[in-house]
């Protein structure tokens, strides 16, 4: 299953909403998961089962969708939230597909 | 608290064999599948193996299969990746990942900061 995330790049500024997608090659159901990694980090997980957001993430990170379609949405951006995400998909494995990643960048 | 902490990186010529390790700390290592996911210097994220709690499961990326074996010591709370037959495109940072489930089949939910491997001449 390839994962295709877009945009690449996302420029947005501090305080705004950033919407960034990813489709799946075929249905995964809900079983795709969002992490997010800063420079010189291990990625974190942000979100799994499309829209649960993990252990101590803030409630601005949101994620929705099923089948091939997903979005991760931050409400309003922090300067920490500046970094690349990911989504993976984990319905068909091996292998556990990740996306390319978008880079979220400072407008 | 969860700690994953990989060793055994380095430079290693093409052919050449390396093996890494990861020792997990925090959590019953018999509770969770394990997993390797690399990501080449500037590039994304790719899987690179998992295996179950009991090692009865062991799963790989087509890119690897044949060449590189995953194992895990319970009794050390270790995971291990040995690497064979090294190539120029298996240079990347590895990870090693803590799987929600006892069998190598969800979302990662914890990350060690990863080793690096260079396969180079």
């Known amino acids: 299953i390839v994962m295709t995330q877009s945009p690449a790049t996302l420029s947005v500024s501090p305080g705004e909403r950033a919407t960034l997608s990813c489709r799946a090659s075929?249905?995964?159901?809900?079983?795709v998961a969002w992490y997010q990694q800063k420079p010189g980090q291990a990625p974190r997980l942000l979100i799994y089962?499309?829209?649960t957001r993990a252990a101590g993430v803030p409630a601005r990170f949101s994620g929705s969708g099923s089948g091939t379609d997903f979005t991760l949405t931050i409400s309003s951006l922090q300067s920490e939230d500046f970094a690349i995400y990911y989504c993976?998909?984990?319905?068909?494995?091996?292998?556990?597909?990740f996306g390319q990643g978008t880079k979220l960048e400072i407008k | 608290e969860v700690q994953l902490v990989e060793s055994g990186g380095g430079l290693v010529q093409p052919g050449r064999s390396l093996r890494l390790s990861c020792a997990a700390s925090?959590?019953?290592?018999?509770?969770?599948?394990m997993h390797w996911v690399r990501q080449s210097p500037g590039n994304g994220l790719e899987w690179v193996s998992g295996?179950?709690?009991?090692?009865?499961?062991?799963v790989y990326a087509d890119s690897v299969k044949g060449r590189f074996t995953i194992s895990r010591d319970n009794a050390k709370n270790a995971l291990f990746l040995q690497m064979n037959s090294l190539r120029a495109e298996d240079t990347a940072l590895y990870y090693c990942?803590?799987?929600?489930?006892?069998?190598?089949?969800?979302?990662?939910?914890?990350w060690g900061q990863g080793a690096l491997v260079t396969v180079s001449s």
């Open positions: 089962a499309a829209s």
């Open positions: 993976q998909q984990y319905n068909n494995w091996p292998p556990y597909s």
């Open positions: 925090g959590f019953t290592s018999d509770e969770h599948a």
């Open positions: 295996i179950s709690w009991n090692s009865v499961t062991t």
């Open positions: 075929q249905s995964v159901t809900n079983n």
């Open positions: 990942a803590r799987d929600m489930s006892t069998i190598p089949r969800y979302y990662f939910d914890n």
